[in-house]
């Protein structure tokens, strides 16, 4: 009995290649993880140096800024829900029809009876299609019309305290 060993021929390129391979991605695996594990160790290191320098603190009194107050006045917030109406009003209407010319008093200007409101243009005063008919006819001489001054009316406030007083004065 001879006691030579079989030589075995080597094994193909690629198994070798496939076992080398192996071998580099098992290495980087290792490698990431002890990477991973310390930056996790010092990050836990932290933590807890954070925690110890908070436990100690918490044996001290709180830091604490003190003032003097000073007297102030303060208006206390009311909060109202409502409807607003005005003290008086009055619904105003021409004695007859026309276009507005202009307006001479102001949105919440004072007013006294009598006073002069707005103008009415002349040419627009009873504009009905007889009027206007009849207002072709007055002509100067040479074929021109009047000259027409603009019609100022005043209107008249209609409020239950005007009747009042009208009635009143009656």
Not at 19 to 34: F, K, P, T
């Amino acid at each position: 009995m001879s006691t030579t060993p079989e030589m075995r021929p080597p094994p193909p390129l690629a198994k070798r290649l496939a076992l080398l391979i192996g071998l580099v991605v098992i290495a980087g695996l290792g490698i990431a993880l002890v990477i991973r594990i310390g930056a996790a160790m010092q990050e836990q290191a932290s933590l807890e140096a954070e925690r110890q320098a908070s436990a100690d603190a918490a044996g001290q009194a709180a830091r604490v800024e003190v003032v003097q107050p000073t007297p102030t006045e303060t208006a206390p917030l009311v909060v109202l829900t409502g409807t607003l109406e005005p003290a008086q009003a009055a619904d105003l209407a021409f004695e007859v029809p026309g276009r507005v010319a202009s307006v001479s008093v102001r949105l919440g200007q004072a007013v006294r009876a009598g006073e002069v409101l707005v103008t009415l243009d002349r040419a627009s005063v009873g504009s009905s299609p007889s009027r206007r008919r009849s207002s072709r006819k007055p002509r100067r001489a040479g074929g021109r019309s009047p000259r027409r001054a603009p019609i100022t009316r005043c209107a008249r406030p209609s409020t239950e305290s005007s009747r009042a007083s009208r009635a009143a004065s009656a």
